[in-house]
T-cell receptor, first 117, second 115 residues
């Protein structure tokens, strides 16, 4: 059981380049999210999805696009990379929380360290 | 506007002693609270959680306390072990709904447990 797999682990981009960070989970989780981690700022939500075909913006969505065509995959696209997007990116997934119960134990991937020069 | 705040960037304790990590929040809509642990070069791992209908939840050496009136929660680790050395993130979520997937994280606290 692989859990949440992120690729690549490291990436260096030039300003203006575009790329896609891949995220796949094999746990049949409905919820998937992308976070970025920056020093002193914790993890900030970029985009999230509550199921295939449904996505929504998080706290810091500008400069990023997502799509969710399958339950398993949730890629994050950087449209035109900027130095401010230098960060560590984490993908996470979880079961749908049922009303009256709480199961928000997200499973995180190991992260993609992105540097934009 | 930082809705979840961990005011201590770092904490150092001796092995065997208690570690207490603190977290404050401002959003009254938060209904569920979680703690994650993160080692370098790894993703965060879920540690323990608590619903707003409770004020305490225990899991082995880890206990989370919630004070709703003060909008404050804390994580107690007893006894602390060197393997507990990691960054600890507090996170909060609104009531179970589609927005329940929106976890808001604090800045993190680096815990160091000295042998």
């Amino acid at each position: 059981n692989a859990g949440v797999t992120q690729t690549p682990k490291f990436q260096v981009l030039k300003t203006g380049q575009s790329m896609t960070l891949q995220c796949a989970q094999d746990m049949n989780h409905e919820y998937m999210s992308w976070y970025r981690q920056d020093p002193g700022m914790g993890l900030r939500l970029i985009h999230y999805s509550v199921g295939a075909g449904i996505t929504d913006q998080g706290e810091v969505p500008n400069g990023y696009n997502v799509s969710r065509s399958t339950t398993e995959d949730f890629p994050l696209r950087l449209l035109s990379a900027a130095p401010s997007q230098t960060s560590v990116y984490f993908c996470a997934s979880s079961y749908t929380p049922l009303f009256g119960t709480h199961n928000y134990g997200y499973t995180f991937g190991s992260g993609t360290r992105l540097t934009v020069v | 506007d930082q809705q979840v705040k961990q005011n201590s960037p770092s904490l150092s304790v001796q092995e065997g002693r208690i570690s207490i990590l603190n977290c404050d929040y401002t959003n009254s809509m938060f209904d569920y609270f979680l703690w994650y642990k993160k080692y370098p070069a790894e993703g965060p791992t879920f540690l323990i959680s608590i619903s707003s209908i409770k004020d305490k939840n225990e899991d082995g050496r880890f206990t989370v306390f919630l004070n709703k009136s003060a909008k404050h929660l804390s994580l107690h680790i007893v006894p602390s072990q060197p393997g507990d050395s990691a960054v600890y993130f507090c996170a909060a979520s609104p009531r179970a709904s589609r927005s329940g997937s929106r976890l808001t994280f604090g800045e993190g606290t680096q815990l160091t447990v000295n042998p």
